[in-house]
């Protein structure tokens, strides 16, 4: 039995939050899906009362463990008067895949419930909606970006060491808008997970070993992986697992966490502030997750090794600046959170399939060159 096996903690069900629109009586569509104009205009109709989605264009679709499909979309009088665009983004789980994890629910609720809550910018939000009966079935629908005249990020942008010292002043910007706040505490929002303490987090690993396991037979992947690994592949599991119970014993103030923090997951908008748009993972936790898995993530490992720390004091005093208080200390954090959180990147990208939008290779070696360089295997008993 793995270490976290042992000590689960009791976690409040988040999968019977009542969902916002009562009037919707039908289930939300799961299972392989294509919206349609007559779906559309019916589902916002329950917000925006007598809107008629009149006609829809399928823009772009994009299919991985989420659907995201681009559209443009001509509204009725109603509908233009509610000031719906014509570019949208519907993002919910389509692909016939990953229906036993509470990802697609949980964006939902984080849109509908806190993120006009939030100092950092993420995409407006149009509609938000979920199951309530347990099914984690969640659908949003979202600005089309790419109206504001920015980007998309992507993990092999590459940023440079300026680009994610400014990136890092906007991740401050978003962990201290909340740091410390009443309003993500479990009794105000108890469908908020706390990092590390539910199966999405802490059975990451095992949730992911088949794509593990397949990307272990890729040769191009097994040149970059350290021997020790290629040799006990376990090993990420057993390292994992003591990284979950760190986090569990730690005892610090909590603040609101993107939790699968990299470039793919922002938008750069026109003035070159990063917006944070994926909240599929994102958790009341501490800092150190997300800043370990975007700077690590976004430089080149020549560049982190002669600038990770530097950026790491840089980023501390981001967070200062931006009003968070009882911050641990710079030495704690570069030789006990930083080290650690490597082993979050390398369990997250050993699981990567490219198709899913992201290209692995990359972020797999600066990994497993961060997880060598700062003893992250050792220091988790690996």
Not at 214 to 220: A, C, G, T
Not at 275 to 285: A, I
Not at 317 to 328: F, Q, S, V, Y
Request: hydrophobic share 40%; net charge negative.
């Amino acid at each position: 039995m793995s270490e976290t096996a042992v000590a689960t903690p009791a976690v409040i069900d988040r999968h019977l939050v009542p969902r916002p629109y009562p009037a919707r009586t039908a289930s939300l569509p799961h299972g392989r899906f294509t919206p349609d104009a007559a779906w559309l205009g019916s589902l916002l109709a329950h917000k925006y009362p007598g809107v008629v989605a009149q006609s829809m264009e399928v823009v772009q679709l994009f299919d991985s463990h989420t659907t995201k499909l681009r559209v443009a979309v001509d509204w009725n009088e109603a509908g233009q008067a509610a000031g719906l665009p014509r570019n949208l983004c519907i993002k919910s789980n389509w692909s016939g895949m990953f229906d036993d994890v509470d990802i697609h629910a949980l964006e939902a609720r984080f849109y509908h419930f806190l993120t006009d809550k939030l100092t950092a910018n993420t995409a407006t939000c149009y509609y938000a909606d979920w199951d309530d009966d347990g099914s984690a079935r969640g659908v949003i629908v979202l600005e089309g970006l790419s109206d504001r005249g920015g980007k998309f990020g992507h993990s092999t942008q590459h940023a440079g060491v300026d680009g994610v010292a400014s990136a890092l002043a906007d991740l401050a910007k978003l962990h201290a808008g909340l740091w410390e706040s009443p309003v993500i505490t479990p009794e105000a929002a108890p469908w908020l997970p706390t990092s590390m303490a539910v199966p999405v987090d802490y059975d990451q690993v095992r949730i992911m070993w088949h794509w593990i396991e397949e990307n272990l037979k890729d040769p191009n992947f097994r040149a970059i992986a350290p021997r020790h690994y290629l040799d006990d592949a376990r090993r990420v599991e057993r390292a994992y697992d003591r990284l979950v119970t760190f986090e569990r014993a730690f005892d610090a103030p909590y603040c609101i966490i993107l939790g699968d923090c990299h470039q793919g997951n922002t938008y750069i908008q026109p003035d070159g502030e990063r917006m944070w748009v994926d909240w599929q993972l994102g958790r009341r936790g501490r800092p150190w997750r997300d800043l370990t898995y975007f700077t690590v993530g976004s430089l080149t490992i020549e560049e982190r090794r002669q600038n990770h720390r530097d950026l790491i004091a840089h980023y501390r005093d981001c967070l200062i600046r931006e009003g968070a208080t009882n911050i641990i200390d710079l030495d704690t954090i570069w030789n006990e959170q930083v080290p650690r959180w490597v082993m979050y990147g390398i369990q997250a990208w050993v699981a990567n399939m490219d198709h899913w939008g992201q290209n692995g290779l990359p972020m797999n070696e600066r990994f497993f060159a961060a997880g060598e360089d700062l003893g992250s295997w050792k220091l988790l008993g690996e």
